[in-house]
């Protein structure tokens, strides 16, 4: 690390550290970006600063000591308007049908504005990913937050190799993350917590240690089914490999036919021109002033059986750009096949805002929360700067689709899972549907989020390393259904090919019959 980021990672975690410890913050909160501002809600009207953090609006001034702390989650509207006659203005309605705050003299009124109404409409979301390799340890995610009303918030369980603590979830719902303690301010999570029963007989209804028990001793996890299944799934892709081959063995075998066939009618031109120079002195004299017949060859023919690669659907994420001059407009970043680009907010595609992946080097997540850049192997293209509460997202979508992608994170305090087939996302962006645990999934695949999560501590080893082969079994199998798929559409293709080159050969067959007979014919009449 340079002493320039160095010395950026520092200044955010001394703002941050200021933000936790003066509005009584936990320590999933983390500070996106403040702005000198003054703030006017009745009676108070005094400059200022302004914080904004992943769920909160903050604010306070030296020289009062008054401060304000809004949740998000209590913001009914963000608007830009007048406030004692300044029209740029930013106006926060409550839920609460309190007066409406109205700040104002910031030095980029747009941008913050742009920045409010995005962490206003997309929440930050991280999800912790469960990885296959298994030395790769999980970092913490900076938040987990929730945002449907009235959500039940639950801590997961973390898995053996997560070396991390796993944060608190936060709750939009209430804008609170856990209860402080008055006599020493100290964070205590309100997370749902259970006690386990030390007698397995335990009558108490609903209890923990009730259900426990039921578990250890009723759950049996069958992996024979699901590695059969895969098996007999691998069994029929080797067929299909098989068949493939046949066909490609096939091809240069009708290939071989279509040449003789050619070679015939190259003999019947040839004696098609003795017999007309036989017939009299017409057909000498036109012999004499024409070319002699030509062997047409097609040449090697290619008959390599491609199988069409895995489509990956087309997703829109929402994203502030940063332009050159540091400013913060809303836009979308799309992901298609071979190329991304951004949509500004008239969703129009700006002059150099699409890219290859090809030309991706690396994604950089900078130290201040949600913003990253994309470096491009291309020193003369200028890198694409930007920031999003889908940061996780867009992250992942990188290192699935840009083959040997770096993904270089500024700060270790900002890291996140990512590296798996699980598509996720907080505002519903376009192409996922919404999962049940409150993410997105892309329509095309079920994610690999492990369900061993999901189970207590008191479950066995044995137990969810068998659900863990399970679900490797059938991850495994999805992608052996698809090949199956591609197989096919492979196989359909080139059947239609030989079909049409067989109605060729067919044609030409029928075509040198008749010659022949025709040429016979003509011999015979010379003989008279």
Request: proline letters at 4%; aromatic letters at 8%; a neutral charge.
């Amino acid at each position: 690390m340079d002493k320039d980021t160095e010395h950026k990672v520092k200044k955010m975690k001394d703002k941050t550290d200021y933000c936790r410890k003066t509005f009584n913050l936990p320590e999933t909160e983390h500070l996106i970006q403040d702005y000198s501002c003054a703030m006017w809600r009745s009676p108070l009207n005094v400059r200022g600063r302004c914080y904004i953090t992943f769920n909160y609006i903050l604010w306070d001034s030296p020289l009062c000591s008054s401060i304000e702390k809004i949740p998000f989650s209590r913001v009914k509207l963000i608007k830009q308007g007048k406030s004692w006659l300044i029209a740029s203005a930013i106006i926060v309605e409550l839920t609460s049908g309190e007066d409406p705050i109205h700040l104002s003299g910031f030095s980029n009124t747009e941008e913050s504005f742009s920045l409010l109404c995005h962490l206003h409409a997309h929440p930050p979301t991280f999800k912790i990913i469960q990885r296959d390799d298994d030395d790769y340890s999980s970092p913490a995610p900076p938040a987990v937050t929730q945002s449907a009303p009235n959500a039940k918030i639950t801590q997961a369980t973390p898995p053996n190799n997560y070396n991390q603590p796993q944060p608190a979830r936060s709750n939009r719902a209430t804008g609170e993350f856990g209860d402080w303690d008055a006599p020493d301010n100290s964070f205590t999570s309100s997370a749902p917590t259970y006690s386990s029963s030390s007698s397995s007989n335990s009558s108490t209804s609903g209890s923990y240690g009730t259900h426990q028990t039921y578990l250890n001793d009723a759950s049996i996890v069958d992996t024979k089914a699901s590695r059969l299944a895969l098996q007999k799934a691998r069994e029929a892709r080797g067929l299909g490999v098989e068949s493939l081959e046949m066909l490609a063995d096939q091809a240069e075998q009708i290939d071989r036919i279509e040449d003789k066939v050619g070679n015939i009618n190259y003999n019947l031109d040839k004696s098609d021109r003795l017999i007309r120079g036989m017939e009299g002195i017409g057909g000498v004299i036109k012999n004499q002033f024409s070319s002699g017949p030509v062997r047409k060859t097609t040449g090697k023919v290619d008959h390599t059986i491609v199988i069409p690669e895995k489509r990956i659907a087309k997703i829109t994420v929402d994203i502030l750009i940063k332009h050159s001059n540091d400013n913060l407009t809303p836009g979308k970043l799309v992901f298609d096949q071979e190329t991304f680009w951004t949509l500004n907010n008239k969703n129009q595609i700006d002059k150099g805002s699409k890219w290859s992946y090809n030309n991706v080097d690396r994604i950089v997540v900078r130290a201040r929360p949600l913003h990253f850049d994309v470096r491009f192997l291309d020193k003369n293209t200028p890198r694409f700067r930007s920031c999003s509460s889908d940061i996780q997202i867009i992250v992942n979508e990188f290192f699935l689709r840009v083959r040997g992608v770096k993904v270089v994170f500024e700060s270790e305090f900002e890291k996140f899972d990512y590296g798996s087939e699980l598509e996720y996302s907080s505002t519903g962006a376009k192409g996922y549907t919404s999962g049940a645990d409150g993410f997105y999934q892309n329509s095309n695949k079920q994610g690999q989020g492990s369900m061993t999560r999901l189970l207590s501590d008191n479950v066995s080893k044995e137990v969810k390393d068998a659900v863990r082969q399970q679900e490797k079994d059938m991850d495994e199998l999805y992608d052996v259904v698809g090949d199956l798929g591609n197989i096919a559409k492979a196989m359909g293709t080139e059947l239609d090919r030989q079909n049409e080159q067989l109605d060729r050969v067919n044609g030409e067959t029928r075509r040198a019959n008749e010659r022949i007979h025709n040429n016979q014919n003509r011999v015979q009449l010379i003989g008279r």
